[in-house]
T-cell receptor, first 114, second 111 residues
Framework: DGGITQSPKYLFRKEGQNVTLSCEQNLNHDAMYWYRQDPGQGLRLIYYSQIVNDFQKGDIAEGYSVSREKKESFPLTVTSAQKNPTAFYLC?????????????FGPGTRLTVL | QQQVKQSPQSLIVQKGGISIINCAYENTAFDYFPWYQQFPGKGPALLIAIRPDVSEKKEGRFTISFNKSAKQFSLHIMDSQPGDSATYFCAASMAYYKLSFGAGTTVTVRA
């Protein structure tokens, strides 16, 4: 899990609620990523950030929002607009932007909508 | 639209056997091909990676074979051990672009 922490490990949400997943890294990495993992679908990119105060949508950004106010932190908010939020969420970071730098993953947060 | 296609979805191998996972890609601009290993309930971790200027890379019992003309690459796990039981993801990317992951292969090694 390197120097990336995610909290909480498990999260339960009622329909219609927004929830925020925490991701912190102490690796001094510039780039951070959020992925969603569903069985049989691999990892799909939600949002990524290459520097502080800047972020871009990934492949499945609808219903999610992020912020990057500090280099170390990249929280993800799952909004009530996300139609099927139950999934395993993974945060990652890399030294520099771009896919050719090794991405280090956190331990993940499992979100369940009740 | 998945840019990297991975097969099989799952495989079972006896201890000491060889596990083979295959991936294919379409984008010829890809120039970095990593493999990630994920244990249940954990985040993936980089296992081994290759660039297209070599056809094979070996690290311990893990070998990547790369066929640029066929746009295919594969992971071979030699002398498979129960501790290798995990989900393996192939991926591909190019500089300053995001990683595209395959759907994953769950490997079970029977003792």
């Amino acid at each position: 899990d390197g120097g990336i922490t995610q909290s909480p490990k498990y999260l339960f949400r009622k329909e219609g609620q927004n929830v925020t997943l925490s991701c912190e890294q102490n690796l001094n990495h510039d780039a951070m990523y959020w992925y969603r993992q569903d069985p049989g679908q691999g990892l799909r990119l939600i949002y990524y950030s290459q520097i502080v105060n800047d972020f871009q949508k990934g492949d499945i950004a609808e219903g999610y929002s992020v912020s990057r106010e500090k280099k170390e932190s990249f929280p993800l908010t799952v909004t009530s607009a996300q139609k099927n939020p139950t999934a395993f969420y993974l945060c990652a970071s890399s030294k520099r932007r771009g896919g050719t730098d090794t991405q280090y993953f956190g331990p993940g947060t499992r979100l369940t909508v009740l | 639209q998945q840019q990297v296609k991975q097969s099989p979805q799952s495989l079972i191998v006896q201890k000491g056997g060889i596990s083979i996972i295959n991936c294919a890609y379409e984008n010829t601009a890809f120039d970095y091909f990593p493999w990630y290993q994920q244990f249940p309930g954990k985040g993936p971790a980089l296992l081994i990676a290759i660039r297209p200027d070599v056809s094979e890379k070996k690290e311990g019992r893990f070998t990547i074979s790369f066929n640029k003309s066929a746009k295919q690459f594969s992971l071979h796990i030699m002398d498979s051990q129960p501790g290798d039981s995990a989900t393996y993801f192939c991926a591909a990317s190019m500089a300053y672009y995001k990683l595209s992951f395959g759907a994953g292969t769950t490997v079970t090694v029977r003792a």
